[in-house]
């Protein structure tokens, strides 16, 4: 299953008045590849319920849905898989519970981690923040720019940026290594999501094709 080169995550919070569900379809009208629904607040019932609306908008348009951290979530509504950090359900189990075909996306705040994870089969490594952001704030700190372009160097699996990211500095995480850009406000907070993810969008492709023809050092 592609996992694209947008990767949205949602929040309610920077949502405002506007039903999520209608916030992520006009995203995915823009370009937005993959979703991941992060309810860090909600109960268990609240994040189920709202993980099988979802399921049920992006099944139809062919985008897969991943679960933040809940692994049990995940298996209830059967969705396309799950994003873990560092203090969530250990990789290997929530494979095994997930099975081979799941998305599994595992969050890497050092280089340690880094290199651990180079043991899984992980489906993409989330550079986690590339930039500080008041979204997360629960880190070890920011990479960087140069910090992404070394998870490059040690890292065979796919990397999704994330952290700070917009239309003004998507162009430079392609270009230090990312192969997706993953973004919360500058969707979620944007007065137009449709547009918001396809200046995103555009912005990344020109960037991967630039990189694959070796424009880019």
Known sequence: MSLGELYLVTDRALSGSRPLEELVARAVRGGVS?????????????????AARMKSLLDPLGVPLLINDRVDVALAVGAAGVHIGQEDMPYPLARRLLGPQAIIGLSVETEAQVLEAEAFDVNYLAVSPVFLTPTKTDTRGSWGLEGLARVRRLSRHRLVAIGGLNSRNAADAVTAGADSIAVVSAICAAPDPEAAAAELKNIIRASLAARAKGEIR
């Open 34 to 50: 993959i979703v991941q629904l992060r309810e860090k607040e909600a109960s268990t019932r609240y994040f189920v319920e709202a």
